[in-house]
């Protein structure tokens, strides 16, 4: 069997329920009560009220690499992130992220990774959040730790990123950006907890735990078990 088209076969069923979820309003797995390993979601800033968002377009200072942002809209399919384990830690698919766990957040349209380092954001100076890699595959700079407050994470509960490396908390603090991107908001990361750090899952498509052995580390989804 051709994997590859194996693999663009089930990329393609992954995006119609994807669209099925923009749509509808459907959150496929939506009986689970916990996140698990595998999943493709959409992260809502509680208190801006915006989702985790990227694209196709590069900021023009600091890395230069891909721009991350908090954007209104509801039904944008460029907010769909996969959950994936570290170069270092494997991360089941079908199996509950534990609080305190380091993941990958990898964003599905354009395969890069969720990222941060000391570069100074646009519009606030705070520390940088971009979008890094290929194929889903950057380096130890897309690696961050669930906060929240069990054994698990919940998916009715606010949770925090700390990014592994530089401490720093996924946050967003109302800053908004002109064109091309106009309305979006900088997402950046900042040292201290508050409310501007806290993120709730919302649409997507939540993998169930299996009995079945996992697959690779392929964050095109080739395990298809909902």
């Not at 390993?37 to 196709?56: A, F, P, T």
């Not at 380092?117 to 890094?132: C, D, K, T």
């Not at 990123?161 to 979006?184: A, C, M, N, W």
């Amino acid at each position: 069997m051709d994997t590859s088209n194996c693999r663009n076969s089930l990329g393609f069923l992954l995006q119609i329920l994807l669209l099925l979820s923009s749509i509808c309003g459907l959150a496929i797995g939506s009986e689970l009560s916990f996140v698990t390993c595998g999943s493709v979601i959409k992260l809502l800033n509680v208190k801006h009220n915006v989702r985790l968002h990227s694209h196709d377009v590069r900021y023009g200072s600091g890395s230069g690499q891909q721009s991350v942002t908090g954007v209104s809209a509801v039904e944008d399919s460029n907010s769909y992130w996969s959950i994936r384990g570290t170069s270092g830690a494997s991360c089941t698919r079908g199996t509950p992220v534990k609080c305190g766990q380091t993941i990958r957040l990898t964003h599905v349209n354009t395969g890069r990774n969720l990222h941060s380092h000391y570069f100074a954001s646009p519009l606030s100076s705070n520390q940088e959040v971009s979008a890094f890699g290929e194929e889903g595959e950057g380096d130890h700079l897309d690696e961050w730790t669930v906060q929240c407050g069990g054994s698990v994470w919940k998916r009715e509960e606010s949770v925090r990123f700390r990014h592994k490396s530089t401490d720093g908390l996924l946050s967003v603090t109302g800053e908004q950006y002109g064109r091309p991107i106009h309305g979006q908001m900088e997402v950046h990361a900042m040292s201290n907890p508050s409310q501007h750090s806290l993120w709730k899952v919302m649409e997507g498509v939540f993998m169930k735990p299996s009995e079945s052995p996992a697959g690779g580390r392929d964050f095109a989804h080739t395990h298809t078990e909902f």
